[in-house]
């Protein structure tokens, strides 16, 4: 497939406009025909699995996860280069690595309401204004327009505007064609359109946070190391099964990739894993308390 090189002028062009709107609409990001295989791949999910319960999901929404077990083609769209490289421009700043926080299929039917404004970051309740916890990305399958849901965005809610009261109007509706990708911080204010159409909306959100953070989808049950193995090794990393410095996300005191080999691990030395200053600084210590 065709891919757009992770060049630091694109990410630094789209990285500008989603830290100055807190969305921004890249057209035309993959093969319409990728998007075409996935959603044929999820036909049969999409079919058996029953309506959300809550309001907040939706009553005529459908919502399901685990989508790189379900379909290889998941993986193309959620290591897209252009995308994880603004991910990671974004989040970097705040943690030793970035993670995958979720895949998720939504189909959203007719007569669905329109979903109520929320923030993603909530969910963490950690510190508002300071710093980005997740970047979120709006795969379309169908077409997304305004009639059949699309979802609303408040330009310029994000970082320390979150503070402020939410916004009673200005919401812009992003209209999407299947190859596009919607990309909005977890800051920033948006909800589900109401589907007033007679056709069903699907897609798939997926979404980058800071590696330090539990995730929205419980990795390690949706793909267990049987799974995990199949990957390859840049997904499985990114799906948790490497540590976060310092010792975060360890197994036995090791990197979780050890659980990836054909054969089970015997017993293991636990092994710092340490960002460069703190090894310094215990190298510092060991060395004061020798002389």
Not at 10 to 27: H, K, N
Not at 93 to 98: A, E, L, N, T, V
Not at 161 to 186: I, M, N, W, Y
Not at 204 to 232: C, D, H, K
Request: aromatic share 8%.
């Amino acid at each position: 497939m065709k891919t757009i090189p992770k060049t630091n002028s694109l990410v630094d062009r789209w990285t500008e406009r989603l830290l100055a709107e807190g969305f921004c609409v890249i057209p035309d990001l993959v093969p319409r025909e990728l998007v075409e295989r996935l959603d044929a791949d999820l036909a049969a999910d999409f079919a058996e699995t029953p309506f959300c319960e809550g309001r907040f999901y939706g009553e005529r929404t459908k919502r399901f996860g685990r989508l790189l077990a379900r379909s290889r083609h998941t993986a193309e769209l959620v290591l897209q280069p252009l995308v994880t490289g603004i991910a990671e421009r974004l989040l970097l700043p705040w943690c030793d690595r970035i993670q995958l926080n979720l895949t998720q299929a939504i189909a959203v039917h007719p007569g669905a309401l329109a979903q109520m404004p929320h923030r993603d970051q909530d969910m963490w309740q950690g510190p508002v204004g300071e710093i980005e916890y997740l970047l979120n990305v709006m795969w379309p399958f169908t077409r997304y327009r305004r009639d059949n849901g699309a979802t609303r965005l408040w330009p310029e809610s994000h970082g320390p505007r979150a503070l402020l009261p939410d916004p009673q109007s200005g919401e812009t509706v992003a209209e999407l064609e299947p190859g596009s990708a919607l990309l909005f911080l977890g800051s920033t204010l948006h909800g589900a359109g109401a589907n007033r159409s007679t056709e069903v909306r699907r897609g798939m959100v997926t979404g980058y946070s800071l590696g330090w953070l539990r995730t929205y989808e419980n990795q390690f049950l949706a793909y267990p190391p049987e799974i995990a193995r199949t990957f390859t090794p840049e997904l499985a990393a990114l799906i948790g099964y490497r540590q976060h410095r310092p010792n975060l996300g360890n197994y036995e005191g090791r990197c979780p990739s050890i659980l990836l080999a054909d054969t089970e691990p015997g017993p293991l030395a636990a092994a710092d894993a340490l960002r460069p200053h703190q090894r310094k600084a215990v190298d510092a210590h060991a060395f004061e308390q020798a002389a």
